[in-house]
């Protein structure tokens, strides 16, 4: 015998309060002041527009919302700094474009955007907490009349969890104010349920929202030989030739053509000067050789035709273009080499700085082979003499400068290639680490000012190139500082200038006693 089932009981609709509904603004704010004014501080107001002075007569205190975000903020900032410091200070000592390691300025950017990022978390986060969101649903939602809230009427609701809140005596501040209606505020009694439907759905849109990750994830994780998928076609099929194929139109096949004689490359137009090359490019215009021709430019081309001798007059030597600078001269000769030696070892008094330059070497340097017909790396017509005067402190202390600033983070400090990048590939020991070349070496301190030059702007082996990145003078103001460097290691006293002889035997009477010896 099946007992009869209970009922649920069904009990009456909660009450959150009064609500009370107004034709203006102003007489929303004139309500607003009686219930603050009565203690009442669980209470809201909603209008079409936004009601200046709502906040101060609701009695609505400041939020600590900005507070919240001013200690999350400086809290970024703070970590930002730390994290900073640590990185570059104590946990890899870095010096990076000789700034130091506690470098405030090039922190700036890092702790801007941490200070922005912790910020604005902390305001989305902080504002939906301390508003109480996500809210589905309110129970002012149940008065049909609450709908003109958005369009030409205004409320005001007092919640009855306020903790002075009288059901009888809200009843009455309300009506006291005058309004065109106020009801009680009651518990939506609409169900609860989530039809089933709707799970379902939300659980296909989900699937159907992984399908593009799980593709894209599949064609990463694998190899395929079929073209991909062309969503947009933008210029993949438009009739052209890429780099390495083939083309009927040439008598050769190749689509890759080579560059039309006479082309020069952009930005190296007329730059025939030696100032800017560290060679003299007219004695390579007069060589056919495929190397000579693609370090000459046009206008050296044209400068070497007009030095080619006339019949019936006498050869002109070529000229530099630099104006205001020194002549260079062309490559010379053994003879020449030799001759411009003597001079050189009784002038005792000469700049040293020209000394390593002046007479190269082939034994100490031996020459790279190019291609058949071509110059020798060794054999260009280096400038030997620099084209910038050698005893300008400016010019040297912008060599310093730029020195300390671009190349001593490999190079070194003094230039013995020993160095905070060095020694941190050397911890690491992963193989591949080339130890960077020491300007102290013979066959770097016999190289022509010229190829030095030559080679901070071109770049060597895993050296980057610096000719967009350092100026000409600059670039000459670093192979000035480089060969102060490369004297200074075996210099003597009688070779420093008399007034800063007198300085060095001063400050260090020990130290000059030896090196006068």
Not at 40 to 48: G, L
Not at 118 to 138: C, E, Q, R, Y
Request: neutral net charge; charged residues 20%.
């Amino acid at each position: 015998m099946s007992t009869p089932k209970q009922e649920k009981k069904v009990s009456p609709p909660r009450s959150f309060g009064w609500m009370a509904e107004y034709s203006d603004e102003n007489d929303l704010l004139d309500a607003c002041r009686k219930v603050r004014d009565s203690g009442y501080t669980r209470t809201d107001a909603f209008a079409p527009f936004p009601i200046h002075g709502i906040d101060e007569a609701l009695g609505i205190k400041p939020t600590i919302l900005p507070w919240i975000t001013l200690c999350c903020g400086l809290t970024g900032l703070t970590g930002a700094l730390l994290m900073e410091y640590w990185m570059n200070a104590v946990s890899y000592p870095y010096i990076i474009s000789g700034k130091p390691f506690f470098s405030l300025p090039a922190f700036i950017p890092v702790m801007f955007e941490c200070t922005i990022l912790f910020s604005a978390f902390s305001t989305v986060i902080g504002m939906v907490l301390l508003n109480g969101l996500p809210k589905f649903s309110n129970p002012v939602f149940t008065n049909p009349r609450f709908d003109r809230a958005t369009d030409d009427r205004f409320f005001l609701w007092v919640d009855s969890r306020d903790r002075y809140f009288n059901g009888d005596k809200v009843k009455s501040l309300l009506e006291s104010t005058s309004p065109l209606s106020f009801d009680v505020v009651r518990e939506d009694e609409s169900s609860d349920h989530v039809p089933s439907g709707l799970w379902k759905t939300a659980a296909a849109v989900v699937l159907i929202g992984l399908i593009p990750g799980s593709a894209v994830l599949r064609m990463r994780a694998s190899q395929s030989e079929d073209p991909r998928w062309h969503v947009f076609f933008d210029m993949d099929f438009q009739p052209k030739k890429k780099a390495q194929q083939t083309s009927t139109l040439f008598a050769d096949n190749r689509a890759s053509r080579p560059p039309v004689a006479g082309t020069v490359a952009r930005g190296d137009l007329g730059s025939s000067d030696p100032y800017e090359l560290g060679y003299t490019p007219v004695p390579l215009a007069l060589d056919a050789s495929p190397t000579s021709v693609r370090m000459v430019s046009l206008t050296a081309a044209d400068d070497a035709q007009a030095a080619k001798p006339v019949e019936g007059q006498p050869p002109t030597p070529a000229k530099s273009e630099a104006a205001g600078k020194a002549e260079t001269p062309a490559v010379p000769t053994e003879a020449a080499a030799a001759k411009k030696d003597e001079p050189a070892k009784s002038e005792e008094t000469k700049p040293a700085a020209t000394a390593p330059a002046a007479a190269p070497s082939a034994a100490a340097a031996p020459a790279q082979a190019g291609p058949a017909g071509a110059p020798a790396a060794e054999e260009l017509p280096w400038v030997s003499e620099f084209p910038v005067p050698e005893t300008d402190e400016k010019m040297m202390a912008l060599g310093k400068l730029k020195f300390t600033t671009n190349c001593s983070v490999c190079h070194g400090a003094v230039g013995d290639g020993v160095s905070l990048v060095s020694n941190r590939a050397t911890e690491l020991a992963q193989g591949y680490w080339v130890q960077p070349t020491s300007l102290h070496e013979p066959r770097v301190q016999v190289q022509p000012v010229g190829k030095i030059f030559h080679t901070i702007t071109n770049g060597r082996g895993k050296m980057g190139a610096y000719g967009n990145v350092l100026s000409a003078k600059e670039r000459w103001a670093i192979v000035l500082y480089v060969r102060a460097l490369q004297l200074s290691r075996d210099a003597k006293l009688e070779d420093v200038p008399e007034p800063q002889r007198a300085k060095l035997t001063a400050a260090t009477p020990t130290a000059a006693t030896p090196a006068a010896k």
